[in-house]
């Protein structure tokens, strides 16, 4: 049964995309821990991230490392966090997160719930940085 992250790629699920290549898709988390939470993910479907070949990997983290700049761009914040947890989905993901503080990129936390209207602003100001 494919991921959720698959439907996603397929469009069998919306998403807000920040941005997409051949192999890479990066959108905002359903269920952010802050504004601009993102995740990037591999088009192919991997449940471990580890479990990539080496090239898949470097190519996914260069890919993460382009989203994370316009994040920072985009969305006031003292850093871009990264965390790689992959307990949610089985699908291999990077979470991007901008931080004010490490508390930001504490999973613990409490979700936060946006409006579609938010994640459209959200969306759009990352994809014209």
Not at 28 to 46: C, F, N, R, S, Y
Not at 52 to 81: H, M, W, Y
Request: hydrophobic share 45%; glycine share 6%; net charge negative.
């Amino acid at each position: 049964m494919a991921s959720i992250f698959t439907k996603i790629v397929n469009g069998e699920i919306p998403s807000y995309k920040i941005m997409e290549d051949e192999k890479h898709l990066a959108f905002l988390d359903a269920m952010p821990l802050v504004k601009g939470h993102t995740l990037v993910i591999p088009k192919q479907e991997t449940d471990l991230i580890f479990d990539l070949n080496s090239e898949a990997f470097k190519d996914l983290f260069g890919f993460a490392q382009k989203v994370a700049k316009k994040l920072g761009t985009a969305i006031p914040c003292k850093r871009v966090g990264i965390a790689v947890l992959g307990l949610e989905v089985p699908h291999a993901h990077i979470h991007l997160i901008p931080m004010q503080s490490q508390q930001d990129i504490n999973f613990g936390n409490e979700r936060l719930k946006l409006s579609p209207e938010e994640y459209t602003e959200i969306q759009e100001k990352i994809v014209k940085a």
